[in-house]
């Protein structure tokens, strides 16, 4: 069936160093992907999303690129900030769509140090 | 704005009691789905709704019943509280059957 596995965590930057967490996908056709972000004591918020191959999502400095011959939807930031701490789900929908709602990475926890 | 309001926010309960969680949307979506989310399991989904009067169970639906009777709610009824219900849920809604989720909250849930 359809799943989406991404690097676990957590993981500690230093301000302004380069973030890359690893998402790929197993998935008939070619869904939507998604990456959600939770910050502290809140729910999920989408943070970045792309449609089609090829396509770039972005958003707050975040990036990912939908490639369908890797089947990955890495997400990455050049210069990340301490106020990007959180944790970080990669996710597609559920049996291509036909329920409206989404399979969940297990989550990514980020925290960066000043 | 409110978007998906969730009510309680926090909850304990005693084993054995029961409980509905309230879920609410103002964005006329059709789709709404449960979720609980555990450390190092993300998020799974419990029920979900494709429309007012139809609902599914997800993938972990053991011990919780939900019902949609309008398309603004989607409660979610905890039978007989037990411990292993312990747990953050999160309700959300989606406008299209590949589209986005819409958060709320969370209601963090301790059964003792």
């Known amino acids: 069936g359809d799943s989406v596995t991404q690097m676990e965590g957590p993981v500690t930057l230093s301000e302004e160093a380069f973030l890359t967490i690893n998402c790929t996908y197993t998935?008939?056709?070619?869904?939507?992907l998604f990456w959600y972000v939770q910050y502290p004591g809140e729910g999920l918020q989408l943070l970045l999303k792309a449609t089609k191959a090829d396509d770039k999502g972005s958003n707050k400095g975040f990036e990912a690129t939908y490639r369908k011959e890797t089947t990955s939807f890495h997400l990455e930031k050049g210069s990340v900030q301490v106020s990007d701490s959180a944790v970080y789900f990669c996710a597609l929908p559920f049996y291509g769509g036909s329920q409206g709602n989404l399979i969940f990475g297990k989550g990514t926890k980020l925290s960066v140090k000043p | 704005n409110a978007g998906v309001t969730q009510t309680p926010k926090f909850q304990v309960l005693k084993t054995g009691q029961s409980m509905t969680l309230q879920c609410a949307q103002d964005m006329n979506h059709e789709y709404m789905s449960w979720y609980r989310q555990d450390p190092g399991m993300g998020l799974r989904l419990i029920h979900y709704?494709?429309?007012?009067?139809?609902?599914d169970q997800g993938e972990v639906p053991n011990g919780y019943n939900v019902s949609r009777s309008t398309t603004e709610d989607f409660p979610l009824r905890l039978l007989s509280a037990a411990p292993s219900q312990t747990s953050v849920y999160f309700c959300?809604?989606?406008?299209?059957?590949?589209?986005?989720?819409?958060f709320g909250q969370g209601t963090r849930l301790t059964v003792v």
């Open positions: 998935a008939t056709g070619y869904p939507s």
């Open positions: 959300a809604s989606s406008y299209g059957r590949a589209a986005e989720a819409f």
């Open positions: 709704s494709v429309g007012a009067g139809i609902t």
